[in-house]
């Protein structure tokens, strides 16, 4: 397993280049047969291929569910990109049970998931309730990060900030590996297809009814 880890990250480490959609596809399935939560199929090369625009996702079983309260980031999601990320700890995966490694969450695939997002101890209405979220797990290599980070993109105005606040996810699909892109604009734009991906997916039978989980409002 440490070496389909380590494969992996030499695949979608800063840069990463791949010869074929294939070659990427069957580089992925190996590296996640091993991993927790995510299950490498027949079909996981299909979805490597497609690529951009594709709405096909894996299932994350069983679900995640983490928690943790709201840290100060880079303060590049606001200010850079127009997308208001929260930040987590990364030692929530290991705490969630989910990190099969080490406390650093090294033993999780990096890359971008999707589920369900609340703030259990919120008071005021607006930032009440439960809401779909896109999250990446990794080194955000455009930024070329030196620590891992978690977080979640919450599709929701708040219209407040809630550092401190205690946040609970339920993580249910994965989307896509991390991946480096050649400008800020195309960064966004796939980060916004993401979102448009996550939308879709939890709207899907097996998954909608997750956002009344009694583990999301604590």
């Not at 069957?26 to 939560?37: D, E, K, N, Y």
């Not at 609340?118 to 005021?124: F, I």
């Not at 899907?204 to 009814?209: A, L, M, N």
Request: with cysteine; charged share 25%.
């Amino acid at each position: 397993m440490a070496l389909a880890l380590a494969q992996l990250r030499v695949a979608l480490g800063v840069g990463w280049l791949a010869t074929s959609a294939s070659e990427l596809g069957s580089c992925m399935l190996r590296c996640l047969a091993g991993v927790t939560g995510v299950r490498a199929v027949s079909g996981f090369a299909r979805m490597a291929a497609a690529g951009a625009g594709s709405d096909e996702v894996r299932a994350v079983e069983p679900h995640w569910l983490l928690k943790g309260t709201v840290i100060q980031g880079f303060g590049r999601g606001s200010k850079e990109l127009g997308i208001p990320t929260a930040n987590l700890d990364a030692k929530c995966l290991s705490e969630a049970g989910v990190d099969d490694n080490n406390s650093s969450g090294e033993g999780v695939v990096s890359g971008i998931y999707c589920g369900f997002a609340c703030l259990p101890r919120a008071t005021e209405e607006r930032s009440k309730g439960v809401h779909p979220m896109v999250m990446s797990i990794g080194w955000n290599p455009f930024y070329k990060n030196k620590e891992r980070t978690v977080e979640p993109w919450i599709l929701h105005d708040y219209g407040t900030d809630f550092h401190g606040e205690e946040l609970r996810l339920l993580v249910c699909c994965y989307i896509r590996p991390e991946q480096n892109f050649t400008s800020l604009e195309a960064l966004v734009e796939r980060i916004h297809e993401d979102a448009r991906v996550t939308k879709v997916t939890l709207e899907r039978e097996e998954y909608k009814d997750l956002a009344g989980h009694t583990f999301l409002r604590g």
